[in-house]
């Protein structure tokens, strides 16, 4: 059975850096085709994808804040870790990691989500 | 990027009626599009992938079709439970989401 679930603080100060963590079962991001993305949802608003990291480190991100964020994965603790810098009131957003197969083009599962607020 | 642009942004219909949403990129993406239900305070379920396969445990009333830059998703006769925001979803590149559609009863 296949599941993911993130984890992070619930509140970030503008300026800071925010760290999310997507702790996995079920799979091996070690197996080939094997990829984890994150996906983050403004309350009310649409799906935007944000980074993946594929089971040979390959990693991909969002043009428009590729200079923000950084994934990394520890095959070993089953974790990908999402880096966002420079938070802003705007990224206040529910954060979701999901997976994809490499061969495949969708989401087939996704955490529950984990929301975050920035705010002073 | 590919950009998705999603129509209607919001629709309301009857039970049993049929219900379309309508997808269009940006750009020739071939049949690498899927559509999602997203419940409120739930994350995303896929039903439709590569544009018109039925997601295994999907009921069939949903289907979806179209390749190139325009795509269709169908609720052949709305049910209550189908209440829900649809999204579309492009991979040829890297992954962009449409706008969503919230479906309402009316």
């Known amino acids: 059975q296949v599941t993911l679930r993130e984890s992070g603080p619930a509140l970030v100060k503008p300026t800071q850096t925010l760290t999310l963590t997507c702790t996995f079962s079920?799979?091996?991001?070690?197996?080939?085709?094997?990829?984890v993305s994150w996906i983050r949802q403004p309350p009310g608003k649409a799906l935007e994808w944000l980074a993946r990291?594929?089971?040979?480190?390959?990693?991909y991100y969002s043009t428009s804040l590729k200079t923000r964020l950084t994934i990394s994965k520890d095959t070993s603790k089953n974790q990908v870790v999402l880096t966002m810098t420079n938070m802003d009131p705007v990224d206040t957003a529910t954060y979701y990691c999901?997976?994809?197969?490499?061969?495949?083009?969708?989401?087939?599962?996704w955490g529950q989500g984990t929301l975050v607020t920035v705010s002073s | 990027d590919i950009q998705m642009t999603q129509s209607p942004s919001s629709l309301s219909a009857s039970v049993g009626d049929r219900v379309t949403i309508t997808c269009q990129a940006s750009?020739?993406?071939?049949?690498?599009l899927n559509w999602y239900q997203q419940k409120p305070g739930k994350a995303p379920k896929l039903l439709i992938y590569?544009?018109?396969n039925l997601e295994t445990g999907v009921p069939s009333r949903f289907s979806g079709s179209g390749s190139g830059t325009d795509f269709t998703f169908t609720i052949s006769s709305l049910q209550p439970e189908d209440i829900a925001t649809y999204y579309c979803?492009?991979?040829?590149?890297?992954?962009?989401f449409g706008q969503g559609t919230k479906l309402e009863i009316k």
């Open positions: 999901a997976r994809r197969n490499w061969n495949l083009g969708y989401f087939d599962y």
């Open positions: 079920g799979f091996s991001l070690s197996t080939s085709g094997m990829c």
């Open positions: 750009q020739d993406i071939s049949n690498y």
């Open positions: 590569d544009a018109s």
């Open positions: 990291i594929d089971w040979d480190d390959d990693k």
């Open positions: 979803q492009q991979y040829d590149n890297l992954p962009t």
